[in-house]
Nanobody, 122 residues
Framework: VQLQASGGGLVQAGGSLRLSCAAS????????MRWYRQALGKQRELVAT???????DYADSVKGRFTISKDNAKNTAYLQMNSLKPEDTAVYYC?????????????????WGQGTQVTVSS
């Protein structure tokens, strides 16, 4: 299983970006998909979560500005980021809890994608 994150870039404050996270491989089901971010010199922060059933949760710092969604057919999650601020600048990572079939049965693992840089200029 692999996660491929994309969509980062440079944007001015107040602008928008949409990140994508595509999961591929021998996937039985995806229990949740999450976006994290890590700014330079800071700890990694959970930004948004979407569950298999479609429930969402957000960090207080992004509520009302970011929206997480998913396309089940494509095994892809999105993070729509609006009204971006310079403090949103960070490397954004996607992660997913995925059930895979193994010889011994079904195993649920956490998978991570590579980071994508988001830079918001003031």
């Amino acid at each position: 299983v692999q996660l491929q994150a994309s969509g980062g870039g440079l944007v001015q404050a107040g602008g928008s970006l949409r990140l994508s996270c595509a999961a591929s491989g021998s996937i039985l089901s995806i229990n949740s998909m999450r976006w994290y971010r890590q700014a330079l010199g800071k700890q990694r922060e959970l930004v948004a979560t979407i569950t298999r059933g479609g429930s969402t949760d957000y960090a207080d710092s992004v509520k009302g500005r970011f929206t997480i969604s998913k396309d089940n057919a494509k095994n892809t999650a999105y993070l729509q980021m609006n009204s971006l601020k310079p403090e949103d600048t960070a490397v954004y990572y996607c992660a997913a809890e995925i059930a895979v079939a193994q010889a011994i049965g079904t195993i649920i693992n956490d998978y991570w994608g590579q980071g994508t840089q988001v830079t918001v200029s003031s």
